[in-house]
């Protein structure tokens, strides 16, 4: 394959950035999307150019950092797969194909396509986990029943990798799917309801905190989040702020 590459190119936060063209030639569409720009990478170092910096880690969906903007879509156009799972048989021979950094505040850039996605981490830490007594009477999770519903809904919201696809495709940049997945996790488990009341509240105030915009229901996010997660979340964080505020 033939193709027309058009990469956002930013030295570092501060840098303005701007759209660089690379014509690439003899690619695959066995090749991976990530393993392409594999390619492009190799052929700049030896030129002596500097390579195009992009985030990646397992290169199998499950670790959330191949954050890229393909043609308008996060994650590019195929449904419910990451950038890292999206093979270049998607593209056709002689395409031109647009690649950029997610675009959001709480999102700066740190060079070319990678963004600081820390604010996540904040959000995580402000409330998304449970305390569990280790010191050696713990009850087996295990032991404990759980309707079977329940199960599988805490499971489906806990498969969110944190990779900020519902921020980047979001017209207001929330966090609103990423946060309810995280929240939900834990309010549809009895482990989480020890915490349940601060967990939700202190959780939305730090994705306040760090610049996130409000959900207005357009779905955007449930679309191109890679793993399914659906606007159901948002409704129980929504029920869950509720209550917590009122018992607060
Ligand atoms: S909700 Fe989906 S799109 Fe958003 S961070 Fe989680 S996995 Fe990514
Ligand atoms: S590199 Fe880990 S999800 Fe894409």
């Given amino acids: 394959m033939n193709l027309t590459l058009k990469i956002w190119r930013q030295k570092n936060a501060s840098d303005k950035g701007k759209m660089v063209d690379y014509p690439l030639s003899g690619i695959s569409p066995d090749m991976s999307f990530l393993e392409m720009l594999d390619v492009l990478n190799q052929e700049l170092i030896g030129k002596g150019e500097e390579p195009v910096a992009f985030?990646?880690?397992?290169?199998?969906?499950?670790?959330?950092?191949?954050?890229?903007?393909?043609?308008?879509?996060?994650?590019?156009?195929?449904?419910?797969?990451?950038?890292?799972?999206?093979?270049?048989?998607?593209?056709?021979?002689?395409?031109t194909i647009y690649i950029e950094p997610w675009r959001a505040e709480a999102f700066p850039v740190v060079k070319d396509l990678i963004v600081d996605r820390s604010s996540?981490?904040?959000?995580?830490?402000?409330?998304?986990?449970?305390?569990?007594?280790?010191?050696?009477?713990?009850?087996?999770?295990?032991?404990?029943?759980?309707?079977?519903?329940?199960?599988?809904?805490?499971?489906?919201?806990?498969?969110?990798?944190?990779?900020?696809?519902?921020?980047?495709?979001?017209?207001?940049?929330?966090?609103?799917?990423?946060?309810?997945?995280?929240?939900?996790?834990?309010?549809?488990?009895?482990?989480?309801?020890?915490?349940?009341?601060?967990?939700?509240?202190?959780?939305?105030?730090?994705?306040?905190?760090?610049?996130?915009?409000?959900?207005t229901n357009t779905g955007a996010c449930e679309v191109e989040c890679p793993k399914g997660i659906s606007l159901e979340n948002i409704a129980r964080m929504n029920r869950e702020y509720l209550s917590a505020s009122l018992k607060g």
Avoid: W
């Fill in 120 to 215: 996540f981490d904040r959000i995580q830490q402000a409330g998304g986990f449970i305390s569990v007594n280790t010191s050696g009477n713990t009850q087996d999770a295990n032991a404990i029943p759980i309707e079977k519903e329940n199960a599988d809904k805490a499971f489906d919201a806990a498969t969110c990798i944190g990779c900020g696809a519902c921020v980047a495709s979001c017209k207001n940049s929330s966090a609103m799917l990423f946060v309810s997945a995280k929240v939900s996790q834990f309010a549809l488990l009895p482990q989480g309801q020890v915490e349940a009341t601060d967990r939700v509240l202190n959780m939305v105030k730090q994705m306040d905190e760090e610049g996130f915009g409000n959900c």
């Fill in 55 to 95: 985030d990646h880690d397992c290169r199998e969906g499950i670790c959330g950092t191949c954050s890229l903007y393909i043609n308008g879509r996060a994650h590019g156009p195929a449904t419910k797969i990451t950038a890292c799972q999206l093979h270049m048989r998607s593209f056709k021979d002689g395409d």
